[in-house]
């Protein structure tokens, strides 16, 4: 994969989601674990959805159970994000973050920040309107202190 609108993951709902369609807008990917001491992030994580959707700005979650902090099975992880986390923004099937059976798209997004392993749930990377990476941030950085890099991002 050359860029990052190369990339295809699928939606807890089954439906393809193809990074082409983020072209143009600041894009939020985060790995999620709902059993995860972070997973309230997921409330300021929506919050900024909401505020900053209709500027162009997406966020996608990626629920994976590579820490053990997942629940068993998709839907009952989409359930568990609604309901106590008020997410509506997108996010897909379980993936592998780390070593053999790791996600291409967490392979491209650790190479391009030059850092390595994911080390815990809730790292956050946040991608440029022209598909380039503007920073990675860790699984403690909480959402309200990524605004205003996202605000900055929206005026580009």
């Known amino acids: 994969m050359s860029q990052l609108y190369d990339f295809k993951e699928t939606e807890m709902s089954g439906q393809e989601i193809n990074f ?17 001491g972070l997973a309230p992030q997921l ?26 902090q997942e629940l068993d099975s998709d839907e009952a992880t989409e359930e ?3 309901l106590h986390y008020g997410v509506t ?6 993936v592998q973050v780390n070593g053999d059976g790791e996600d291409p798209l967490f392979t491209y997004l650790k190479d391009t920040a030059g850092h390595g392993r994911i080390k815990w749930n809730f790292t956050k990377f946040l991608i440029g309107r022209d ?3 503007i920073s990675r941030y860790a699984p403690v950085t909480k959402p309200e202190k990524i605004e205003p890099a996202i605000v900055e991002a929206l005026k580009a």
């Open 80 to 82: 568990y994000c609604q």
């Open 43 to 68: 409330e300021g994580i929506e919050k900024l959805y909401q505020q900053y959707h209709e500027q162009g700005f997406e966020v996608l979650g990626l629920p994976s159970n590579q820490f053990h």
């Open 20 to 36: 082409g369609d983020y072209a143009g807008k600041v894009l939020m990917i985060v790995n999620t674990a709902s059993k995860c």
């Open 89 to 94: 923004f997108p996010m897909t099937k379980q």
């Open 131 to 133: 598909g380039q990476l």
